[in-house]
Every structure is written in C-alpha cells, then in structure tokens.
C-alpha cells in the first residue's frame, strides 16, 4: 500500500460538457468581448504562394541595389565623396590621404599616377583598378565647422588614429560625438603609425586591438575592422572597401536634392553658375535652393548634361546639354513673412468666394475650362485675404486620427475664457539684428572671469530657489509686476495663444502657421519624389540668381561647395522649436537667451532660444527656463526658417575670433507649432512671523499695503505643500494675515507664484 500523506479525499469534478449560466458569467467576467475588425483577415498561404513571394522580394532587392550601385559604377560613374580626418594633431590628414590614393593604377585630372593632397584641399581622383571615380577632401582641422561641412556631404569618413598619442576628449571625442549627432555615413578607421611607432609584431597586434576597441565604442556596426596603412595588403584593403563598398545613407541630407560641386563660375553680376552631380531624391526648377553661408536663391534653369562633358569631347559647352528645365508660374518666392494685411474692397459673390458653415471663406487660385470660363480651385483661408496672401496658408493634410482633434480645437477656441490678469507694462522687444561685431567681443581676463563667477551664482541661485525673486522696500511690486497674472494651475489654465501682448515680436502674425505639422511634413517628402525633374546621378548645371561675389568666395578645390534644394515653405519664418541638451564637457552655464548657432538640416542659424520645459500640457502652456542645467533636455523656441524632414539639431557658441566656435548642446528638430505659449514664473517668498492653528502672519513678501490689496486673489503656497490665501492686511509694513489647509512650522516659506507669456526672437543667418 502506498502512503498517504492526507487524510482529506479529494472529490473528483462532475465530468459534464455543459456549464451552467453563472459558471459562464463568473468565466467571463471584465472580459471585453474583441470587435471584429474590418481589416484584411488572415489568408492561409500555400507554400508554393510563400515560395513565389520569397522569389518576388528577393529580385526586387536585387534589382534595387543594382540601381543603386549604378550611381557610382564605372569610369562615368558619379564620384564617391570620401573626407580625411586626424582626431590627434601628431599625425597629419595630407600624409594619410598620400598613403591610401598614391598606388598604382590611380590617375588623377593631369594623367599622373602621384596625387599632391594640401590641406585643407578638394582632389577628384579616378581609381582605374576599380573603375571608381573619388572626391577627396582633406578639410581644415583648425575649423570644427570646416570638419562638420566636409563629413556631412561624405560618403565615407577616414578617421586617423594614432598609435602613439591619445585622443584628447577637448579635441578628438568631440569631432566624434558631434558628427555622430549630425549623422554620418559609412567610417573607416586607419591606423598611420603604428608601424614605425612599434616594430615588433606583437605589439602591434596589441595596440590594434586595443583602439580597435575604442572605435568600436563610437561605431559598433563599422568600427571592428581598423586598417594599418603602412602595411600594404592593408591599405590596398581598405581602398577596395571604399571603391568597392556602397555607402549608408544619412536620412536629413538624402532625403532632399543637393549636389557638391565642381565648378563655380560667375555669369554676369546676378547669376552664378553651378556644375555638379545631383544627389539625394533630386531637383525641381521651381523650389528654391540653399547654398551653406550666403542664404537662399531661386533658380533660373536647370541644364542636364553629358557625364562626359563637352570639355572632354573637345566640343563647345552648350554641346553636352541633354535637356533644360525651367521654372513655371508656380515658382517660390523668396519672401520669409507672410504679407501685411491690406483692406481690401467688398466684392459681390461671384462664385470665386464663398463661406462655409463655421464662417471661414474660401478662395482658391483661378483655372480656366476648356470654354474659357473660371474655374475655382477652393482653399480654406480667413475672409479678406488676398489671392497672393492664401499662398501662405499651407494646405494641410489632415490624418484621420486627428479629425477629432481638429474639430475639439475649433470648438475650444469659441469656449475660451478671459483669465483676470493686470495691465501689461510695454518692455522693449530683444534685438534681432546681430553684427558680427556684437558676435565677437574681445574682453579683458578679469573681466571675462568676472562673468563667468557671475553666471556661475546666478546658475546656482537658480537651482537652490527656481524663480524666486526679491522686492526692495522701497520697490512697487504692482509696478515691477504689472505684466504677470496669477495662474491657480500652469497645466489647466485658459490661455489664449492668439490673445494681443504689446511685447510681442512686430513679425508674430506674419509667419508661417503649420496646423498640422507630421501630416504637411509627409505631404511635401512625398511631393518632393513626385516632382523631381533631375533624379539622383544626373550631371546638372545649375543657373542660380545669386550675386557674383559668391563665385569669387566659393573655392571648390579647397573646400566643398555644396548646394541643398529647400522644400516648399522651408524658406519662410516660423516659430520652430528644437530639443536641447547640454553637451557633457561643457562647463560654463547656458543663460536662457544666450546667443547661440544651431545648425540643423543644412542651416546654420543665430538664434537667442527660449528655454522652456519639455512638458505635455494639454492647454500647450509650457515654464521657461532660466539656464539650460547639465543633464536635463529642454525646449529651445526660436523665430527661424521651417524644416519639414526630421534632422539634428547641434549648438554651438561663437568664439573670440571670427569662425571660432565651441560646441556646448545637441538636440533635434521638433518641428513648427505656433500655438504654444510659454510662461515665465516669479514667485515672491515671505517669511511665517506668528503662527496661530491655520492663521498665519507674514511678512517680507510685500512692503506696503497697496501691493496686498493688489494680489489678495492669488493664491499662495508653502515650500512643504500647504495652500492658502491672504485674509487681510496689517498695518503699513507690509504685514498681512493668511489663512492655509493645515498647520506650518516656523521654518516653513510662504510663497506666490506669477506668470507672464514671453516670446522668442527673430533668428538670422549665420554667415562666419
């Protein structure tokens, strides 16, 4: 007999098929019942269909890279974009682009196989091994923003390494992160020296292995193969790779037309001519062009020309044109604000205008029929607006999951209510013109470190007591604070975006308002690829309306002269704001409004950013920020030009010299909403001086009794989380009684917090 361990005899379950309505009822119970969806059901696929889609998908894939290959393959082949950068100074960019290209089977413009590399330089070379056509820049090491320009146009990026000196992280790590935040496409690492710096085997083994580690830290997916140049099978290796290899893409610059070019030459005083091979998604003669340091111009024609040129042919110049585009009606202009507004006479509804249920009048561009009649084409644009003025209404494409979101919006906007709030005090608008002599101040050693101890309190002020400000005895607060109001909640409070501030930016109903910024940004890409005239690999000739002096400046075989075409829209002004986080090995404090260069898609823009915290108020009411602390990511709001593809955003601080800068934020680009508001806080702080159950006495808050009677309605709060409000004032020091939810200790604070919208600056143009 078996033992038991029990002396309690389990029933076996009633062995029955059906279960009773409550059994049912408690099995189901808080289940929700799944709807059916309307989408595609599953399909049982046999595997001869499974079979056949493998088939289908992998020539596609095939077919794909052999289009993409083909930009590059053969001697006519467009040129792979390749820079030289040296992360220590004991080892030189110019020797390691003489190693790697001076092989045999090399020949460069003049015929020879010896290549003469400077620094900083633009070489053209033609690998005859490979059949691969090479631009080489070696950029200028003394210029990070020289360095930035050459990697951000590269197909690949050679990083020299050196065996004997280590990276300085002021230096060389810097050069990494910042171009790993811009983006970069295909690395390769070489190692110069590592021969003659360690002749035995061993140890060179060693070190490879160990900076091999290091730069696999920065690249992992490239960085676990490194090349020793003076090593032969090595550095024929390596120049394999780069012929041989396709180059990733970086999304922000292939997801627009740009080119680099190879000649720049002056036609006439107005109109600078451009040759080059057309990269990324292509071009279109009617949208606008960037060009890196001198701003935006429009096209007068775009010429498609032979890959051979008529120089090679020994034939004229207009012989090698394939093909001549124009730009149309539709040409962009080059106008950054909408225009003011003009009045306009009353019209008689002719069929051109017409209002619809909410009262918005439409008005479209005028067609004709094959008849001769008008023929309407509508746009959603406020009443009295002018045909040239509803241009500037961008025609947003509205997802389905934000229908609702738009139809509770415009709902909202007739329920707004008037918070109480004082007179507003006009304060003079920040500067938003900057001369490069206001950029670059040369300041004495004292006075420079007098600053910096300056900043550094105020830093530190601002992380012990955020916000907090002083009154003197002698000082009004309804005098100092007559622009701020008092808000009970920051996140659930009414706030008109579109309310009147006298200390708004002149410019602020002029720019560009986005409803929809994720639709219109997908609208114009895919538009873009639609309406390319010269795709990617097409050699062009681009006539620019650019002044002349451009040419003279523009030096192609010293650095790379790019040109970016711009979407639409992307040339006018709007309130853009941009993720900011402090770079780690920047020191000194980030000031809000501190004047800064952030570099984003192919801009280069002097902004003063509003800072301001990256919350997610429903109400779209965020708090300014008085310093950008390490560690935390902000909000950096500024008046600049649009971008609609997703790219980096970088900061930088100009330095003593002209050109100079330091590197100091990164972040992204976030996008345009002109409906947010932010709000800076002053919170005044008294101090409890007799404390009765709930009733307290304060004082040191305010200095007289008119200032009491002024904010009796805001409420107060104390630093351990207790509200309450003033009951009534005492004497004429500025004493006054106030009632709270619980009971505080002397050490306790009373304080009151104020708000006020600010707005953000009119950026310019970086030209350094």
């Known amino acids: 007999m078996s033992h038991r361990n029990t002396l309690k005899h389990d029933h076996k379950p009633f062995k029955s098929k059906h279960a009773t309505k409550g059994q049912i009822k408690a099995r189901i119970k808080g289940k929700v019942e799944k709807s059916s969806g309307n989408g595609p059901k599953n399909k049982v696929v046999s595997k001869l269909e499974r079979k056949n889609l493998s088939k289908q998908q992998r020539e596609n894939k095939i077919l794909e890279t052999k289009l993409s290959r083909k930009l590059f393959d053969g001697n006519l082949g467009a040129e792979k974009i390749v820079s030289i950068i040296a992360l220590t100074d004991d080892i030189s960019p110019v020797s390691i682009a003489q190693t790697l290209f001076n092989t045999q089977g090399n020949d460069n413009n003049n015929g020879s196989t010896e290549f003469t590399f400077a620094h900083p330089s633009v070489t053209n070379i033609n690998v005859a091994k490979f059949k691969t056509n090479l631009k080489v820049i070696v950029p200028d090491h003394h210029n990070m923003l020289s360095i930035m320009d050459a990697a951000r146009v590269s197909d690949f990026v ?34 110069p020296n590592v021969v003659t710096a360690y002749p035995k085997r061993n140890l060179q083994l060693d070190i490879k292995q160990s900076l091999s580690s290091y730069f696999k830290h920065f690249f992992p997916a490239d960085g676990d193969k490194l090349y020793l140049l003076e090593n032969d099978a090595d550095n024929a290796n390596c120049l394999r790779s780069i012929c041989q290899k396709f180059p990733l893409l970086v999304t922000w610059r292939d997801s627009r037309g740009w080119l680099v070019a190879d000649s720049v030459v002056a036609n006439g005083e107005e109109h600078l001519v451009v040759e080059g091979t057309v990269r990324g998604v292509g071009f279109n003669a009617n949208r606008l062009v960037h060009i890196p340091g001198f701003g935006d111009f429009q096209v007068d024609k775009m010429e498609k020309v032979s890959r051979r040129g008529g120089k090679h042919l020994g034939m004229d110049v207009d012989d090698d044109v394939q093909e001549t585009y124009v730009p149309n009606e539709n040409q962009e202009t080059l106008d950054e604000l909408n225009p003011e507004e003009i009045e306009m006479e009353e019209e008689e509804d002719d069929g051109e205008f017409w209002d619809n249920e909410l009262g918005v009048r439409q008005e479209g561009k005028i067609y004709f029929n094959d008849d001769g009649t008008k023929k309407p084409s509508r746009r959603l644009v406020p009443k009295g607006t002018s045909e040239y003025q509803g241009r500037w209404f961008v025609d947003d494409a509205v997802l389905d999951e934000d229908a609702s979101d738009l139809e509770e919006q415009i709902e909202g906007a007739n329920e707004v209510q008037e918070d109480a709030m004082v007179e507003d005090d006009i304060i003079p608008d920040n500067a938003t013109e900057y001369a490069a002599s206001e950029m670059h101040i040369d300041l004495s050693p004292e006075e420079e470190e007098r600053q910096l101890q300056e900043f550094r309190s105020l830093e530190k002020d601002d992380l012990e007591f955020p916000d907090e400000i002083e009154l003197h005895p002698t000082e009004s607060a309804k005098e100092r604070l007559s622009a701020y109001r008092g808000v009970k909640s920051l996140a659930n409070c009414d706030w008109d975006y579109d309310e009147h501030d006298p200390e708004a930016p002149s410019v602020i109903n002029r720019l560009l308002r986005v409803s929809n910024y994720k639709a219109t940004k997908n609208k114009l890409c895919k538009g873009l690829i639609k309406d390319a005239e010269l795709t990617t690999g097409s050699r062009v000739r681009l006539f620019i309306k650019a002044p002349s002096f451009i040419a003279d400046r ?8 790019a040109v970016y075409e711009l979407l639409e829209h992307e040339h006018k002004l709007a309130v853009c704001n941009f993720s900011f986080e402090s770079w780690e090995e920047y020191e000194k404090p980030i000031p809000n409004k501190d004047l800064l260069i952030v570099q984003y898609g192919p801009r280069r823009q002097v902004i003063q950013p509003l800072f301001n915290q990256a919350s997610n108020n429903a109400n779209n009411v965020h708090k300014m920020e008085n310093f950008a602390h390490l560690g ?49 806080r002053a919170v005044l702080t008294g101090h409890p001086v007799k404390i009765h159950k709930r009733v307290v006495t304060v004082r040191y808050m305010f200095f007289n009794p008119e200032d009491i009677n002024y904010f009796k309605a805001i409420t107060l709060f104390t630093k351990s989380g207790r509200t309450g409000f003033i009951k009534e004032s005492l004497g004429t020091h500025g004493y006054f009684k106030a009632n709270f939810d619980g009971k505080l200790t002397s050490q306790d604070v009373v304080a009151m917090s104020l708000y006020k919208r600010v707005w953000p600056a009119v950026s310019s143009a970086w030209t350094g």
């Open 554 to 561: 523009a030096k192609p075989h010293v650095a790379p002269f």
């Open 158 to 191: 050679v990083f020299g390494i050196s065996a004997t000196q280590e990276i300085d992280p002021s230096y060389g790590e810097t050069i990494l992160r910042a171009l790993i935040e811009q983006g970069i496409a295909s690395v390769i690492g070489v190692l």
């Open 632 to 680: 935390n990511t902000l909000i950096a709001t500024a008046i600049a030009p649009v971008l609609f593809t997703n790219s980096p955003a970088l900061y930088f601080k100009p330095g003593a010299t002209p050109g100079e800068v330091e590197f100091v934020g990164k972040g992204s680009f976030l996008g345009s909403d002109h409906t947010r508001i932010v709000a800076q």
